[in-house]
């Protein structure tokens, strides 16, 4: 057997496909809402990462080796130190909740560390190649890799089960990953900006939301406008990337009672702050454009003097400070699949 066939090239790649399986499920989570995508979505990423700690014991003897022989591996170093971050603040945020040290909660950590991790990855893979053989395929293989997967979901399962006998706050944690806070009471739900936008002044006198439909002309709706066209009470779930959710009662103009259903093309929904989500054309049925919430009108944090409430989606789709909503040609998916503002 020559060197470069020893089992830590296998390692290694074990722990590369582990590593993008858990940043693209990790990614996926922040796409879906509803049980039960959600649920196994959130398994799967918490199955996989495990599996990275399962395998480290075999990664510390190959990088023993490699620190004694190799110079240069400031890099990899910390490489290794944002992954075991992001893996210890991911099984922090599923056992012990929205904790916050300075603002900053676990998950931010998990997220934060991720996304550094992803340049630092891409370096390691060009400079530490490790190229996979046809006979890696072997029987051999699909036993070890077994083995390493029943490792990993008992992992989960010890965790799970931990987590709920001994009453942890994750024991209480949705679908999602997310934690409950201040549903029923809007003013005890967080106010939430994806990056950086500001909570804006607006002048609910000379404030107007503009719909524009193809063909048409621009529909004006002052404040006064849009109570006088609002309906009745609807429950919905406001769960944000950030690891929280709440329940309210909102109310407000539904998007099809203004647009109708578009046969084509997509609505984007624009606030005063140039923060724009795109809708496929079918949502119209179910998105309102709220003005109020448990029975009071929006406060300005929460998207005075109209947000977009979109149920069956995480929250960076609930658009706050609304003041365009347009039926364009785009589809809805031409957007990044996250906001870039
Ligand atoms: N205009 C605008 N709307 C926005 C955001 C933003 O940054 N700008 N953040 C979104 C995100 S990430 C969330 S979770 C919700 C938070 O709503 P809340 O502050 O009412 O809790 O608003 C969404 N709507
Ligand atoms: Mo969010």
Redesign the pocket.
Known sequence: MGVSSRPSRRTNLALLLLLAGALATGWLAFGVEGAPQSRAVSVVHGVLGLGILVLSPWKTVIVRRGLRRRRGHALAVAFAVVVAVSLLAGVVHAALGPLEVAGVSALDVHVASAVAAVPLALFHVVHRRQRPRATDLSRRTALRAIAVGGTATLAYGALESVTSVAGLPGAHRRATGSYEIGSGV?SA?????????DV?RIDLDTYALLVSRPGQPTLRLSYDDLLARVGPNQSAV?????G?W?EQAWRGVRLDTLLGIPDHGSIAVR?????T?RFPPDDAAQLLLATH?GGVP??P???APV??VAPGR?????????EHVSVEPEPWWSQPPF?L?
């Not at 606030?271 to 923060?275: A, D, F, H, I, L």
């Open positions: 809007p739900m967080p106010v939430t900006q994806w990056f950086t936008d804006p406001l769960d944000c990337t950030g929280w709440a606030s005063v702050t140039g923060y989500r919430v929006l406060s944090g929460h998207g947000r977009l995480r929250g960076f789709w609930w658009v706050k400070w609304v906001p503002q």
